[in-house]
T-cell receptor
Framework: AQTVTQSQPEMSVQEAETVTLSCTYD???????LFWYKQPPSRQMILVIR??????QNATENRFSVNFQKAAKSFSLKISDSQLGDTAMYFC?????????????FGTGTRLQVTL | EAQVTQNPRYLITVTGKKLTVTCSQN?????MSWYRQDPGLGLRQIYY???????DKGDVPEGYKVSRKEKRNFPLILESPSPNQTSLYFC?????????FGPGTRLTVL
């Protein structure tokens, strides 16, 4: 069975600073995808960034980037130039594709507060 | 506009009173899924469907039923709700590895 662990229940960062959210995972599969989702107070689940396991290059989306360490099974999210709108719950997730099934396993989340 | 809709968005009910949460997508996706979100536990998969009339259990299926009679709809049925099913529920429509989430349904069972 696959697991996803987020060891930081809460974090705080000042506006314009950089923050890194940690995520580790465990799976015996070699073909998988990793995601970071943002959940603001509106509760909507918003995809922030995705990483294919077979790609060595770390994914980047504007101010968001990941540090994907496959051997260590680590997938951290770095938010640069933090903005008040980044205040949200962030979930790390692992997606496995086996045959026709697509299973998404989530971590427990990290609540990020961006302060002035 | 591509979207996933859920109804109702909020529901307060009592123990044992059957209820259905509807989920509909307009993207012609074959794969759909239901999750529940609880504090400190993240999102956990309840049931998923790979196509019409094809469903399977996720990680926490106890107390829930689903049906998939047409591709666009995937309702979640609680035949006898209990207080431990108080949660935030998300439906998702899936294309490849990308999940399109509905807005969520906040359910309270008294």
């Amino acid at each position: 069975a696959q697991t996803v662990t987020q060891s930081q229940p809460e974090m705080s960062v000042q506006e314009a600073e950089t923050v890194t959210l940690s995520c580790t995972y465990d799976t015996s599969e070699s073909n998988y995808y990793l995601f970071w989702y943002k959940q603001p107070p509106s509760r909507q689940m918003i995809l922030v960034i995705r990483q294919e396991a077979y790609k060595q290059q770390n994914a980047t989306e504007n101010r968001f980037s990941v540090n994907f360490q496959k051997a260590a099974k680590s997938f951290s999210l770095k938010i640069s130039d933090s903005q008040l709108g980044d205040t949200a719950m962030y979930f790390c997730a692992l997606n496995l594709r086996t045959g026709t099934a697509s299973k998404l396993t989530f971590g427990t989340g990290t609540r990020l507060q961006v302060t002035l | 506009e591509a979207q996933v809709t859920q109804n109702p968005r909020y529901l307060i009910t009592v123990t044992g009173k059957k209820l259905t949460v509807t989920c509909s997508q307009n993207m012609n996706h074959e794969y759909m899924s239901w999750y529940r979100q609880d504090p400190g536990l993240g999102l956990r998969q309840i049931y998923y469907s790979m196509n019409v009339e094809v469903t399977d259990k996720g990680d926490v299926p106890e107390g829930y039923k689903v049906s998939r009679k047409e591709k666009r709809n995937f309702p979640l049925i609680l035949e006898s709700p209990s207080p431990n099913q108080t949660s935030l529920y998300f439906c998702a429509s899936i294309q490849g590895t990308e999940q399109f989430f509905g807005p969520g349904t906040r359910l309270t069972v008294l």
